[in-house]
C-alpha cells in the first residue's frame, strides 16, 4: 500500500478525532478508489457523502486496509477522512500509535498519497478528550457538538513505529442497504421481524442548545 502513516501535528491523545481533507479531479474514464488504514477507527466522505466506516479489528504488527471504489465522475471531488484515535485496550482495539495511511487511485494512476504535506486538523463536530468509557468490551462512548464550526488545519505529521505493509481486508465489508422501518411495539421499542444488524437512524427534532443523550439496550423475550 503507497503512503506513509500520519497523524494530526499535535501529540496523540486518548479519544481524538482527526480530520483530513483531500481533492481530486476525475477524469471520468477510469474507476477510482481510496486504499485506506488507520489506528484505531476512520470514516470516508466524498462530496459529503458517507462512503464506509470501519476499521478491521488488526494488531499493531498487522494492520488491514480497505479498497473503497469513489465516484469516478467527470468533475472535482472532495474527500473528508475522519480519522479516530482511542488509545485504551478495548475488545477490539489493541494498544499502538495514533495514524491514518492512504493512497487515492485513477486507474493504475496515483493520484495522492498521505504524506506529512495533507492538512489535517482536530475533527469538528465530535468532540475529543471527554474519555466516558462505557465498558472494557465498547470501548469508549462519543459526543457530537453539531455546532462546533473546527478549527485551522496545519500539515501533519509523521508517525514512526508502524509496518510499510498492510493486507487487504480478509472478509467482506458491511454492505450498507436501503433503510427498513420496524413495527412499533409501544414503549419506544421496535420490531425488525428479524434477526439482522445495523446502523439505527434516528430523526428529532430539538431545541437549539439542548442537551440529547441516546443511550443502548436490548430487549429479549423469554428463552431468546
Sequence with gaps: MEG???????EQEEDTYGEFVLDYDALGTEEVYLDVSADSDYALYCDGQL???GQYADFP???????????NQKGHHVLRLIGYHGGDLSFTHYLNHAAVRFALWEG??????????????????????IKKKITWQLGYSFTLDPTEKGGSFFPSRLVEGMPKETTLRPIERLEYQSLKKGI???????DFQEETVGY?????????GKEVVVSFG???????
Excluded: M
Excluded at 4 to 10: A, F, M, N, S, Y
Design 61 to 71: 504488527w498487522y494492520k488491514v486496509h480497505d479498497h473503497l471504489p469513489l465516484s
Design 184 to 190: 412499533s411495539l409501544g414503549n419506544h421499542v421496535y
Design 108 to 129: 493504475d494512476h496515483l493520484l495522492l498519497a498521505s504524506s506529512p504535506k495533507i492538512l489535517s486538523r482536530i475533527a469538528p463536530y465530535f468532540v475529543s478528550g
Design 200 to 208: 439505527p437512524v434516528i430523526k428529532a427534532t430539538i431545541p437549539l
Design 51 to 53: 462512503i464506509y466506516g
Design 218 to 224: 436490548e430487549w429479549l423475550n423469554e428463552e431468546r
Design 4 to 10: 506513509e502513516w500520519i497523524w494530526l501535528k499535535q
